[in-house]
C-alpha cells in the first residue's frame, strides 16, 4: 500500500505541473500586452513598464518564468497585487471561507441526496419516486446561479427570511443556504446515483443468498445492499469537493461571498495575472490530492481493490 | 420442531405437489411450472435435470420462498416439509425453515458470496444473528465448518474475502456457510456448472460426504447428466415447467422412459463410439409465453404422432415408482 | 462544473460493448441493436416527448420569424421593463425589446453552441479515445496524462481564463464569438468524453471479434471502422446528448459571468445576464429565458436518458 501511495504521488507530480503551466501560459504568455488597462486610457510609462517587466520576469521566456515562480510559491511567496498586496494575504483569508461553503455543500448534497436516493431505490416506481426523478430533473436542468437568484430573492428579499448576503465573517449558518445552492446540481446526481446503485444491487445475486439464508430483512438492507451500493456514491462525493471549491465562482458572486471564486474572477477581470495563477495552483494542488484520497479509501471500502 | 423424535427416516423430507407457477410480464403470461411433483427423503439424493428455462431454478426458489412475487405468481400446487404446506406458512415461520430446514447453495459462488465481507463474517452472521452465539464461539464455529469442508488453512482463510478464494474453495465456502444451521435439506442449484472438471468432481464428492453423514435429503439441480451419475439415488427430469420422468438412477440411464431423456443421453459424446457428427435434440424449448397444445415435447420428439400434438399425456407409471409422461412410455421402456 | 457523464450513464461503457446482439427467436433476420433500440425508443413517451421539443426547438432556431413577427432588436424606451401583457406576452427588457421576439431569435445561438460543443467535444474525445484505447501502452498513457492535466483545470476557471483572452483579442461578428465559446467547453470537456470512448474500445479490443479480424490480417484502420467503432458508439452517444443540455447549462453561466456569448449572438444566456441588475423589479426578463432553458435542457437530458435506457444491454 505504501508503494502504491508513493507511485501515485510520482504520477501526480507530472499532472501537477502540466496543468499549473497550462494556465501559466494563458495567463502570462500569449501575446497581448498584460498591463492593458492598468493605467487607465493612456498607455503606461515606460519607468513603470520597465519596472513590471523586470518583477515578472517578462523577458525571459515562458518556461523560465514558470520556473522562477514555482519557485517563489514553494517559499510561500506568491507574489503581490499591483496594488502591492500580499497575495498569499489575500489567499490565505479566502481560501478557508471557500472551504467552509464546500463543505457545506458536500455535507447537503450527502446527506439529501443519499437520503432520497436509498428511498426511491427501496421502494421503486411510485409517488415519491416520481418526485424524486421529476425535482432532480429540475435541479440539473436549471443553471446554478439561476437556483440562486430565485433562492435569494424568494426568501432573501421578498419573505426576508434570511439575509441575502453572507457577512465577511462567513459563518457556519449563514453559509447553509449558499451551500444549498452550490451542490444542487450535485445533490442530484448523488440521489439519482444512489437510487439506481441501490435499484441494481437489489437485484444483485448476493442478496438472494441472503435472502435463502434466512437473515432478517432489514439487516440484508442495512449490512448487505448499503455498503456495496455506497461504492459509487462515495467515490462520487469525493471527487465533487474539488469541483465544488472551483466552482463556486457563481454561487460566491450571488451570495457576496468572499471565497476564492470571488479572487480569482476578480484577478481576471483585473489583469492581476499573479492571483489567477496563484489560486488555480492551489485549487489543482487541493483537487489532486483528494482525488488521490479518494482513491485510498476506495480501497477501504471495496476489498476486491487492494493495492500492493 | 424441526427434528421431532419418531418421524419415519423414510418418509419425505420434502415434498413438492403439483406445483404451478406464472411470471406476468410485459409480453405476456410465461407458464413456468405446470403441476411439478417430486420429493426427497433423509439421506436421499434427488438430481433434477433439465435445460436453462425447464423451471428447476424456479421450483427450488419457489421451495425457499425467494421467487420475486410479482411478477411470479403460484397458482396452485402444496410444498410440504415434514408434511407442513410452507405455501400458506407465515413468512415468519418460512423464514425460521430458510437455511435451518432447507438450505440452498448456487451456482457462482463469486457473484453469489457479498463480496465487500469476509467469508468468515458472512458464516458468522448466520451464527450469531440466527442462534445468538458469541463473537468468539461464532468464529470458532466458522473455522470448523470451512475444515469440515476441508479448505486448507482454514483459520487463516475465514478473514479472507471471496475474491481471494479459487472457484472450487469459494463453492466449498458457500457450502460450509449453507451447513451452518444444520440443515435437513440441501438443495444445490448448478453447484459445478461454474467450475474445472476435476473439481467438480471434487465438490460432488463431498457433498455426498455430507450427505451420507448428516443424513441430508439432497436435491442437486443440474443440466449435466455425467455429473449425475455417480452421485443420484433418483432423477427427475423436467421440460417446459414438467416432470417428464421420473425414475432410480439406474433405470434412466439403463432403459429410458421418455424421448426427451433418450435425446439427452443419446447427445452424450462417448469414448466407445466413432461417429462423423455429434447428436443433437433438433429445435429449441417452447418459449413459456406460448407452449404448443398436446405434448410440450413433440415438435422435437422423434417418436411424436398425431395424438401427441393434441392430448397432453399424464403420468404413466412403470413400475417400481418411475412415471413418464409419454403416450409410448411402456413402448420406448421395453425397446432393447 | 461537475461533469455530467459520471453518474448518469450508470452502467459501465464496457458494459455496452460485450452484451450480445438481440436474437429473434423464431423466423425472421436477427435484429441488430440498433435496430432494436430504435423499435424501443419510438413506443417509449419520455423519448417522444422530449424527441418532439427537441425538434420544434431546431424549427425555432432556423425559420424564427414563423413565430414572431416583433423585431427581437427594435428599442423602444417607452415600453421599459415592461411586464408581459395581451401585446407581448413576455413582456419587454432593460432596453425596451420585447423579450418574446429575443426569446425566439436567441434560440440559435442557445442551441448552436450546445450542438456544436458536444459534436466537437465527441469527435475530439473520441477519437483520442479509441485511437488510445486501440493502440494503449504508450499511446494510451499519453493521451491518459494529457486529459488528467485537463481534468485537474476546474471547468468555470479553465473558461474564464481562455475566455478572458479571447475578449482581450477584442472579436467581433457573432459566428467567431460562438466559435470561441464552442471551443473552449470543447478544449476542457474532451477528456470526458475520451475516457469513455477509451473504455468501451478496450472491452472492445479484448472480444473475440477483434480477435478473428486480427487473425484474418485486416489491417488496424480498419479493424477500428469496421469493428470496433459501431460497437463504441452507443455509450459515447448517450453522454453527448446528455452532455448537449450540459453545455448549453454551461454556455447560460458563461454569459452570465460575462464572459460567454454577447451581442449580436444575443443566446438565452445573454439575456439572462442582462436581466442580473433588474431582478428584482423586473423578474419577467430572467424568467423566460430561464423557463425556455430549463424546458431545452431538461428535453435533452430525458432524450439522453431514454436512449441510454433503449440501448442499455442490461435491461434487455
Not at chain 2, 123 to 141: C, F, N, T, Y
Request: proline share 5%; with cysteine; net charge neutral.
Amino acid at each position: 500500500m505504501g508503494r502504491y501511495v508513493l507511485r501515485r504521488l510520482l504520477q501526480l507530480i507530472p499532472v501537477f505541473i502540466g496543468t499549473t503551466f497550462l494556465i501559466f501560459f494563458l495567463v502570462w504568455a500569449v501575446p497581448g500586452d498584460p498591463f492593458t488597462g492598468m493605467c487607465g486610457e493612456r498607455p503606461c510609462p515606460p519607468q513603470f513598464v520597465a519596472a513590471m517587466t523586470d518583477k515578472y520576469n517578462l523577458n525571459d521566456n515562458v518556461v523560465v518564468q514558470y520556473l522562477k515562480y514555482m519557485g517563489a510559491l514553494l517559499t510561500g511567496d506568491f507574489g503581490q497585487t499591483y496594488a502591492e498586496q500580499e497575495i498569499s494575504e489575500l489567499i490565505g483569508n479566502a481560501a478557508p471561507v471557500s472551504l467552509r461553503l464546500a463543505v457545506v455543500a458536500v455535507a447537503i448534497e450527502a446527506v439529501i441526496g443519499v437520503t432520497a436516493g436509498i428511498l426511491t431505490g427501496l421502494r421503486g416506481r411510485g409517488f415519491v419516486d416520481n418526485l424524486v426523478l421529476v425535482s432532480t430533473l429540475f435541479l440539473i436542468a436549471i443553471p446554478t446561479f439561476v437556483i440562486g437568484f430565485v433562492i435569494q430573492i424568494v426568501l432573501g428579499f421578498e419573505l426576508e427570511i434570511l439575509t441575502p448576503t453572507v457577512s465577511s465573517e462567513a459563518t457556519w449558518g449563514e453559509l447553509i443556504i449558499p451551500g444549498f445552492v452550490l451542490g444542487s446540481l450535485s445533490m442530484a446526481y448523488v440521489s439519482r446515483l444512489t437510487r439506481t446503485s441501490i435499484a441494481e444491487n437489489l437485484r444483485a445475486d448476493y442478496m438472494r443468498t441472503a435472502l435463502a439464508k434466512g437473515q432478517p430483512k432489514r439487516r440484508i438492507v442495512g449490512v448487505h445492499l448499503l455498503r456495496n451500493s455506497a461504492i459509487p456514491v462515495i467515490t462520487f462525493l469525493g471527487t465533487d469537493i474539488g469541483n465544488l471549491m472551483a466552482g463556486a465562482i457563481v454561487t460566491e458572486g450571488i451570495f457576496g461571498i468572499h471565497g476564492i471564486g470571488r479572487l480569482v474572477y476578480d484577478g481576471i477581470l483585473e489583469k492581476q495575472g499573479a492571483i489567477v495563477t496563484g489560486v488555480v495552483v492551489l485549487l489543482v494542488l487541493v483537487f489532486l490530492l483528494v482525488n488521490l484520497f479518494i482513491d485510498l479509501m476506495y480501497a477501504v471500502i471495496d476489498p476486491r481493490i487492494r493495492y500492493d | 420442531m424441526l427434528d421431532e423424535p419418531g418421524a419415519l427416516t423414510d418418509a419425505p423430507l420434502l415434498e413438492v405437489e403439483d406445483l404451478f407457477v406464472e411470471f406476468r410480464t410485459r409480453d405476456g403470461v410465461a407458464k413456468v411450472l405446470n403441476g411439478v411433483s417430486y420429493h426427497v427423503a433423509a439421506g436421499e439424493t434427488l438430481a433434477v435435470l433439465g435445460e436453462s428455462g425447464s423451471g428447476k431454478s424456479v421450483t427450488a426458489q419457489a421451495i425457499m420462498g425467494i421467487l420475486d412475487m410479482p411478477p411470479a405468481h403460484l397458482t396452485g400446487g402444496e410444498i410440504r416439509y415434514h408434511g407442513e404446506d410452507l405455501l400458506v406458512a407465515s413468512e415468519e415461520r418460512r423464514n425460521e425453515v430458510r437455511a435451518e430446514g432447507i438450505a440452498m447453495i448456487f451456482q457462482d459462488a463469486l457473484s453469489a458470496l457479498n463480496p465487500v465481507y469476509t467469508v468468515g463474517f458472512q458464516i458468522e452472521e448466520q451464527l450469531r444473528v440466527r442462534l445468538g452465539m458469541s463473537r468468539k464461539d461464532a468464529r470458532a464455529r466458522a473455522v470448523e465448518l470451512l475444515d469440515l469442508v476441508r479448505i486448507p488453512n482454514a483459520a487463516r482463510r475465514v478473514r479472507q474475502y471471496p475474491h481471494e478464494f479459487s472457484g472450487g474453495m469459494r463453492q466449498r465456502a458457500m457450502i460450509a456457510m449453507s451447513l451452518a444451521l444444520d440443515p435437513e435439506v440441501l438443495i444445490a442449484d448448478e453447484p459445478t456448472t461454474a467450475l474445472d472438471v476435476t473439481v467438480q468432481a471434487q465438490i460432488m464428492d463431498l457433498l455426498k460426504e455430507i450427505q451420507v453423514e448428516r443424513k441430508m435429503g439432497l436435491i442437486l439441480i443440474t443440466h449435466d447428466l455425467g455429473v449425475v451419475a455417480e452421485v443420484a439415488d433418483r432423477i427427475a427430469v423436467m421440460y417446459a415447467g414438467r416432470i417428464v420422468e421420473h425414475a432410480d438412477a439406474v433405470s434412466l440411464y439403463r432403459n429410458p422412459g421418455h424421448p426427451y431423456t433418450a435425446a439427452l443421453l443419446e447427445s452424450l459424446p462417448r469414448l466407445d463410439q466413432k461417429g462423423a457428427t455429434l447428436n443433437t435434440i433438433k429445435g429449441l424449448p417452447p418459449s413459456l409465453l406460448a407452449i404448443p397444445p398436446g405434448c410440450p415435447f413433440h415438435p422435437r420428439c422423434f417418436m411424436a404422432q398425431d395424438k401427441c400434438s393434441t392430448d397432453a399425456p399424464g403420468d404413466h407409471g412403470l413400475g417400481f415408482g418411475r412415471t413418464s409422461k409419454c403416450h409410448f412410455a411402456e413402448e420406448l421402456v421395453s425397446r432393447v | 462544473m461537475t461533469d455530467p457523464s459520471t453518474g448518469v450513464t450508470g452502467t459501465d461503457a464496457a458494459a455496452y460493448v460485450t452484451a450480445p446482439e438481440h436474437q429473434e427467436s423464431g423466423p425472421g433476420k436477427p435484429r441488430s441493436l440498433g435496430a432494436d433500440a430504435w423499435r424501443d425508443l419510438r413506443r417509449r413517451p419520455m423519448f417522444l416527448v422530449a424527441g418532439g421539443i427537441v425538434v420544434l426547438l431546431v424549427v425555432i432556431a432556423i425559420f424564427p420569424s414563423w413565430f414572431t413577427s416583433a423585431d427581437p432588436n427594435h428599442k423602444d424606451l417607452d415600453f421599459f421593463r415592461q411586464p408581459p401583457s395581451g401585446d407581448a406576452w413576455f413582456g419587454y427588457d432593460g432596453q425596451g425589446r420585447d423579450v418574446y421576439a429575443r426569446v425566439i431569435y436567441g434560440t440559435r445561438w442557445t442551441l448552436l453552441v450546445g450542438i456544436a460543443a458536444s459534436v466537437l467535444t465527441v469527435l475530439l474525445g473520441g477519437i483520442l479515445g479509441i485511437l488510445a484505447g486501440f493502440f494503449g501502452r504508450w499511446v494510451d498513457a499519453l493521451m491518459s496524462r494529457i486529459g488528467e492535466i485537463f481534468f485537474g483545470l476546474p471547468f468555470v476557471l479553465g473558461a474564464i481564463v481562455i475566455l478572458n483572452l479571447v475578449r482581450n483579442a477584442e472579436i467581433r461578428g457573432a459566428l467567431p464569438i460562438v466559435f470561441a465559446v464552442v471551443a473552449s467547453i470543447a478544449v476542457l470537456q474532451w477528456p470526458v468524453a475520451m475516457r469513455i470512448m477509451r473504455s468501451a474500445a478496450i472491452t472492445a479490443k479484448q472480444q473475440d471479434y477483434v480477435k478473428a479480424a486480427r487473425a484474418l490480417g485486416a489491417s488496424s484502420s480498419r479493424i477500428i471502422f469496421k469493428h470496433m467503432l459501431p460497437n463504441c458508439l452507443a455509450p459515447v452517444l448517450v453522454y453527448g446528448t446528455i452532455a448537449l443540455g450540459a453545455f448549453i447549462s454551461a454556455e447560460a453561466t458563461l454569459s452570465f459571468l460575462g464572459i460567454g456569448l454577447r451581442d449580436p449572438a444575443v443566446s438565452w444566456g445573454v439575456m439572462m445576464s442582462d436581466s442580473k441588475t433588474y431582478l428584482r423589479v423586473a423578474p419577467h426578463m430572467l424568467l423566460f429565458p430561464a423557463g425556455f432553458l430549463a424546458v431545452t435542457v431538461l428535453a435533452f437530458v430525458m432524450l439522453g436518458d431514454a436512449i441510454r435506457e433503449a440501448l442499455d444491454p442490461k435491461l434487455r
